[in-house]
């Protein structure tokens, strides 16, 4: 079955409401602004990016531009380009009658037209966060590629555009891994969406602090949430885990490193898990 623009819409929201409400080291969060970026900045992003990400007259790429340009009529930053790439196709993935979320994922990434590849440069340099750059494409300019093969040129160094050539590889395996695992286990409230975070943050270098900060950066931070993500396993005690990722966060914001791209690929993760129990 297909799931109405409503309870898209209300899913994509939950998702990003989740993830802000989760104290996730590093990045903005209920518990602690950061990078000159508040949580209601970014609650205010997604209810304004909902709407042009679930108008079922637009195709995939215009949406997702729709959405960038809603997004800075409302907060004027780049607070969530990443999470509108990879929300707009499981969006209209969900939209489609059969109900296969990956499985119509999969045909989307692959029906993606010339005119969804100007679109997406068009919302890259409207949000204007670097990026995609010179790689196959200077986003800048008329697109010589199709969005698949701009994805491709950079998805080595870009955990968003690596979805895009993957069908979400790894927000499907590793982040829904997590998030499941954490259910299993009886983990509740923000844990589970901590618990997706956190396996993202420890599983690869973050592709936002990498650009901003240098790949040993990345690293570090990578090795530093490895043992961070075994602590919270160890220890069930809400206070103490609390206390655990408080301090890892003011590490990471002191030196400036946001994990960004860890973020955007827990709201997807949500979304994904949203958007298949309103399926199932």
């Not at 989740?18 to 990045?27: F, S, W, Y």
């Not at 997406?120 to 969005?147: S, Y």
Request: aromatic share 4%; charged share 20%.
């Amino acid at each position: 079955m297909a799931l109405s623009r409503d309870r898209i819409r209300t899913a994509y929201e939950d998702a990003c409401r989740m993830e802000i409400e989760a104290l996730k080291p590093g990045n903005v969060h209920l518990f602690a602004d950061g990078h000159g970026m508040s949580a209601a900045q970014f609650m205010m992003s997604a209810k304004a990016s909902s709407g042009p990400l679930t108008d079922p007259s637009l195709p995939v790429g215009q949406r997702m531009l729709e959405a960038v340009r809603a997004t800075r009529l409302a907060v004027a930053t780049n607070s969530n380009l990443g999470i509108i790439l990879l929300a707009g196709p499981l969006i209209c993935a969900a939209e489609m009658a059969d109900g296969r979320l990956h499985e119509n994922l999969d045909a989307l990434l692959r029906g993606l037209t010339l005119e969804d590849t100007r679109a997406v440069f068009e919302a890259i340099v409207t949000a204007a966060p670097g990026g995609l750059g010179e790689a196959a494409n200077d986003v800048r300019q008329e697109p010589k590629v199709h969005l698949l093969e701009a994805m491709q040129e950079a998805a080595n160094r870009d955990m968003i555009a690596r979805q895009y050539v993957t069908c979400f590889g790894d927000v499907f395996g590793t982040g829904l891994a997590a998030l499941d695992g954490a259910l299993v286990r009886g983990e509740a409230g923000m844990w589970p969406t901590v618990f997706a975070y956190m396996a993202f943050l420890a599983g690869f270098p973050d592709s936002h602090v990498a650009r901003k900060h240098g790949v040993e950066a990345a690293n570090r931070a990578r090795q530093e949430a490895l043992a961070v993500h075994a602590a919270l396993h160890a220890n069930g005690q809400e206070p103490s885990r609390i206390r655990l990722l408080r301090e890892f966060d003011r590490r990471l914001k002191a030196d400036d490193i946001n994990p960004g791209t860890s973020a955007d690929l827990t709201v997807a993760t949500l979304l994904v898990h949203l958007l298949r129990v309103h399926l199932a």
